[in-house]
């Protein structure tokens, strides 16, 4: 059965931290692409940032978070992080973990999202 489970978010204040972690079981983690998706109220799910690779060495970002946020993987813990820093209010929205594999098929996994709202 798989399972992505994130935790971490919260309420902080502009210009903040936090780091948000995903748990995955239940596929073979190092061989999947793996991002962090958010959307906010009224808002269209957009991607923040991806780790392609299965090392980790190669990321991209939305240009609205380039320089603030980091995605971090350890396929050991089969773990995904997302280190949010500088945080604005425009960063407030439900932050999602996904996994996908494209070969012969492509499967593609939501977990259930984790609320980040950033607020004086």
């Known amino acids: 059965q798989v399972q992505l489970v994130e935790s971490g978010g919260g309420l902080v204040q502009p210009g903040g931290s936090l780091r948000l972690s995903c748990a995955a079981s239940?596929?073979?983690?190092?061989?999947?692409?793996m991002s962090w998706y958010r959307q906010a109220p009224g808002k269209e799910r957009e991607l923040v940032a991806s780790?392609?690779?299965?090392?980790?060495?190669?990321?991209k970002y939305a240009d609205s978070v380039k320089g603030r946020f980091t995605i971090s993987r350890d396929n050991a813990k089969s773990t995904v992080y997302l280190q949010m820093k500088g945080l604005k209010p425009e960063d407030t929205a439900v932050y999602y973990c996904?996994?996908?594999?494209?070969?012969?098929?492509?499967?593609?996994?939501w977990g259930q999202g984790t609320q980040v709202t950033v607020s004086s």
């Open positions: 780790s392609i690779t299965s090392a980790g060495g190669s990321t």
């Open positions: 239940g596929f073979t983690f190092s061989s999947y692409a």
């Open positions: 996904n996994a996908n594999f494209r070969g012969l098929w492509e499967y593609n996994y």
